[in-house]
């Protein structure tokens, strides 16, 4: 068993590069992206998939849902870390770095409280593992990604782990501890 872990479709924020609202749908690109990816996980047995309920992760856990005849179950936890006031505005405008661990937004959380949520996610996720046949999907954002990575997995010899997370990259990790992962943020659904 295993469980995969995937990102969400572009939007059009992503493409443009300013921090996301929560109702940020996909973009016709994303939409495409997550039918990809609903295609790539129509043969990999997912019979439970989790997701954060923020609307672009929705859009691609609702695509694998109709893929693998899956009900979609939301989990706030999964949601991407909360940029407060900075939501809506183009990373170019800002004069600082808004995904330093050591920043705030304002109106925001911070990287140590946003990763105390993550681990909540995880003993979710983990929870859900344990009590399925077959495997596990979960929809998420690039820094729940991250936070699991740097937290919660295991990364085996001579596999790098990558500072971003492409639109709807997925990694397979073993479904029991030491949660290695299998393969990490992969897209090769999108050549296809």
Not at 18 to 43: E, Y
Not at 59 to 79: D, H, I, P, W
Not at 165 to 170: P, Q, V
Request: proline share 4%.
């Amino acid at each position: 068993m295993s469980i995969f872990i995937a990102r969400h479709g572009e939007t059009d924020d992503n493409s443009k590069r300013i921090i996301q609202m929560p109702s940020a749908p996909l973009s016709n690109n994303g939409l495409q992206q997550a039918k990809q990816l609903a295609q790539r996980l129509s043969q990999m047995n997912i019979t439970r998939i989790l997701a954060s309920d923020y609307e672009r992760a929705k859009q691609t856990a609702l695509q694998a849902g109709t893929s693998t005849g899956v009900k979609v179950e939301f989990n706030e936890n999964l949601r991407e870390q909360n940029f407060g006031d900075l939501r809506g505005r183009a990373y170019d405008d800002l004069d600082i770095n808004p995904f330093a661990t050591d920043y705030q937004a304002p109106n925001g959380e911070s990287w140590p409280t946003f990763c105390k949520r993550v681990a909540i996610a995880w003993q979710d996720i983990t929870e859900a593992a344990g009590h399925i046949e077959g495997n596990l999907l979960i929809v998420t954002h690039g820094f729940v990604c991250k936070a699991l990575l740097e937290s919660h997995l295991t990364l085996p010899k001579g596999l790098l782990a990558s500072s971003s997370y492409g639109n709807t990259a997925l990694t397979q990790v073993d479904a029991q501890p030491p949660w290695t992962i299998q393969l990490l943020n992969c897209t090769a659904h999108l050549n296809q």
